[in-house]
């Protein structure tokens, strides 16, 4: 490794460490509880649509800790460093070390890759594969590739990794039989041969993998909404996962300050690469497509599968964030060398533009709450602060207790979960609820309620039961927490 790499990853490091021991939020806490459990259970995971690895993974890291921190450097922050490097590594064998270091920096400073290199869940992991996948996959393409029998196993083992990390991983591997079929065709049976280790290789899995595309069906139809939830609608979706790419964790609007810095970024690239692809030599040609490819065949054929299942996010296409950045570094290196000042001019105004985006993305993030994770260990706090498990109850319109509140709760606060997604499907609500006529304080989370209970029927059986709402927890992202007392202790106060 070069001094330079090596001082962009520390650098890289430095500005991940900020927020990594925040409070897990809804998915998180999921994926924690999930972890914790014997390795005998770590592929019971139908309710989580994911396949295993990052389960497994993060089972063997917490015997050493519990800690948000620990398991985010394991599952998250690691694989992002590991993601710069490859960035760096395909960069400079494709382009040069001046696009590879400055591809990199782009990298390192996204808010978007900050903030998933911290995140508890697969996406930071699957990016890594993704980038070792099409580092080997590169390597292997070319027609003078010495120890072609050892890429091609790299290239197959690392696509496998990528599998059992996410079910967005495949489009990637589309993509690459893609582009070997249009450009590489005297390397494509080699190719397709060494592709049967990971496709026979994740045939143990489908019917798993169809059991939580059922579940996930199942949510859709009891929940209406939820798709739009945890997915873009099809004609949103690739605008705002560019949208994403430049802006990162800012909350992308239609206004001046958006349409501006995104015309800088966008319009850049899109003059450079049209003069440039006119004019470049055939080899970077082939070097230039490579990364088009693999920026543009995933996002469009996950984009084409979307209409029938809500898969399209900026967050899990993370992995061609990288081939978006590659693409903008390799665009300014070769016009920053330009007799011609509106090509220099275009080339400076895209790398100010970029750096500009990430530096207010990246502070904004770090200042902003409403940037940052879900605060439950911070409610929690408060709660447990103020209200005594003898005297407060819980209540969740939701399957379950939320997850965030199982692994932060200490103190074992009773709770009532309506067992339901959809209030609507709870047989008896006042049966469900009337144990809280046992306590004296009743907090009732509003998170996620304007999908299970739109019609508020839990303040209306509770005003039934005698209770009264006396104020409200507002913590960002996670909403109201709406506090009930019964009315005669209100009347015997005054």
Do not use: C
Not at 385 to 391: L, Q
């Amino acid at each position: 490794m070069n001094k330079k790499l090596g001082l962009i990853l520390i650098f890289a490091a430095l500005l991940r460490l900020p927020l990594i021991n925040g409070s897990f939020w809804m998915d998180e806490a999921a994926q924690a509880l999930e972890v914790v459990r014997p390795l005998s259970q770590q592929f019971d995971i139908i309710a989580d649509f994911q396949p295993p690895l990052l389960h497994l993974i993060l089972h063997f890291a917490q015997y050493f800790s519990y800690s948000e921190s620990w398991l985010r450097l394991i599952g998250a922050l690691i694989p992002g460093l590991i993601t710069i490097l490859f960035t760096y590594k395909i960069a400079s064998q494709m382009f040069g070390k001046k696009t590879a270091t400055l591809a990199s920096l782009f990298l390192a400073t996204s808010s978007f890759h900050i903030f998933y290199s911290q995140e508890l869940r697969p996406y930071s992991l699957v990016t890594m594969f993704a980038l070792m996948s099409m580092y080997f996959y590169f390597l292997f393409l070319q027609e003078n590739a010495s120890k072609e029998r050892n890429l091609g196993l790299k290239l197959s083992i690392t696509n496998l990794l990528g599998l059992y990390s996410s079910y967005l991983f495949p489009f990637l591997m589309i993509g690459q039989l893609l582009f070997a079929l249009g450009h590489s065709t005297k390397q494509l049976p080699k190719y397709l041969k060494f592709q049967l280790i990971p496709i026979l290789g994740f045939l143990p899995w489908l019917p798993t993998f169809f059991k939580q595309l059922s579940a996930g069906e199942m949510v859709r139809v009891d929940l209406p909404g939820w798709d739009k939830v945890v997915s873009l609608t099809p004609l949103k979706a690739i605008p705002l996962v560019f949208a994403k790419y430049i802006f990162g964790n800012l909350d992308v609007e239609p206004n001046l300050f958006f349409i501006f810095f995104g015309a800088l970024v966008i319009i850049p690239i899109l003059i450079l690469l049209f003069v440039k692809f006119k004019k470049v030599a055939s080899k970077e040609k082939y070097n230039l497509l490579f990364i088009l490819a693999w920026l543009i065949l995933p996002l469009l054929t996950s984009w084409l599968i979307s209409f029938y299942v809500p898969v399209v996010g900026a967050k899990r296409l993370l992995f061609l964030l990288p081939a978006f950045y590659i693409l903008a570094a390799y665009l300014i290196n070769s016009f920053l060398q330009k007799t011609k000042k509106i090509y220099f001019a275009l080339a400076i105004t895209l790398i100010l533009a970029i750096f500009s985006t990430n530096l207010i993305s990246t502070i904004s993030y770090y200042t902003n709450p409403l940037m940052q994770r879900e605060n439950w260990k911070g409610l929690y706090q408060e709660i447990s602060d103020t209200f005594s498990p003898a005297s407060t109850i819980f209540i969740y319109s939701f399957t379950d207790v939320f997850s965030p509140m199982k692994w932060y709760d200490t103190k074992n606060y009773p709770s009532i979960s309506t067992g339901e997604l959809s209030i609507s499907k709870v047989d008896d609500l006042a049966n469900t609820l009337k144990r809280v006529v046992e306590y004296e304080n009743v907090l009732v989370f509003d998170y996620l309620r304007d999908l299970s209970d739109p019609d508020k029927k839990i303040e209306k059986e509770l005003t039934n039961f005698g209770f009264k709402e006396i104020g409200v927890l507002d913590y960002p992202n996670i909403g109201f927490v709406r506090i009930f007392t019964k009315t005669r202790l209100l009347i015997g106060e005054i």
